[in-house]
């Protein structure tokens, strides 16, 4: 891990609607190369977004900015690693590298032969060839991670806490093999006391909700934990 680029961060806990512009704005004075905005396997928001900052200040200057508000919600901002950033936004960026043909050749069916013949490869397939693979595989695995099974819980906190949203974070935290966490909300009640609602995408077929529930269980200042039908 110590020969991967320290330029990457995760922003965790954004509210629904933000947007890469208003990602942009709340790092205010870092210089950001790229930014990802990920959802879950329905599609909706997952809360959390991912950043290529240009260098390791512009990182600690994001940091700088951890539990800032962006509109309604404080934000988490945490360093990550490289391949855990490329990991994590697999599947919502394009990152095939086009090639432009030169604006000397003579036709468009001159210029996408020769296209296609400058970028062959060793196996006898073209660079364009192999972008076309890995898209189709893109899709499989979206296909794929639509049929994956979701957990709901509820979340009953032990006594009155001083932060609700703290606590789901610190759930959020758990690191759980083949689990993906989602936005989750906290709900208050007419008590001024609040219940937690979380939810999680299963990559992970030895994780049933029961083992996901003793988990959430075992947090601090959690007393106890409901399956929900998800």
């Not at 959020?172 to 989750?184: A, P, S, T, V, Y």
Request: proline fraction near 2%; hydrophobic fraction near 35%.
């Amino acid at each position: 891990m110590d020969t991967e680029e320290n330029t990457f961060i995760r922003l965790k806990g954004l509210v629904w609607s933000a947007t890469a512009k208003d990602i942009r704005t709340f790092l205010k004075g870092c210089n950001v190369k790229e930014v990802v905005l990920t959802t879950t396997s329905n599609g909706k928001p997952s809360g959390n977004a991912f950043v290529h900052l240009e260098s390791e200040d512009d990182v600690q200057k994001a940091l700088a900015h951890d539990r800032k508000y962006l509109r309604e919600r404080f934000v988490l901002v945490e360093e990550i690693y490289e391949s855990q950033y490329f990991r994590e936004t697999k599947g919502f960026v394009d990152r095939s590298v086009q090639v432009q043909p030169s604006i000397n050749q003579k036709s468009e069916s001159e210029s996408e032969g020769n296209f296609n013949e400058s970028l062959k490869v060793e196996n006898g397939t073209t660079e364009k060839e192999n972008i076309d693979k890995d898209l189709e595989t893109v899709k499989k695995e979206e296909h794929l991670d639509a049929k994956k099974p979701d957990f709901k819980f509820e979340i009953i906190p032990s006594g009155n806490i001083a932060d609700y949203e703290d606590l789901l974070e610190d759930c959020k935290d758990l690191e759980i093999d083949g689990i993906i966490w989602h936005r989750g909300e906290v709900i208050e009640d007419s008590d001024s006391k609040a219940n937690i609602f979380l939810g999680c995408t299963v990559e992970n077929t030895q994780v049933d909700a029961e083992i996901v529930k003793q988990k959430l269980e075992a947090v601090t200042l959690v007393s106890k934990v409901n399956v929900l039908l998800s």
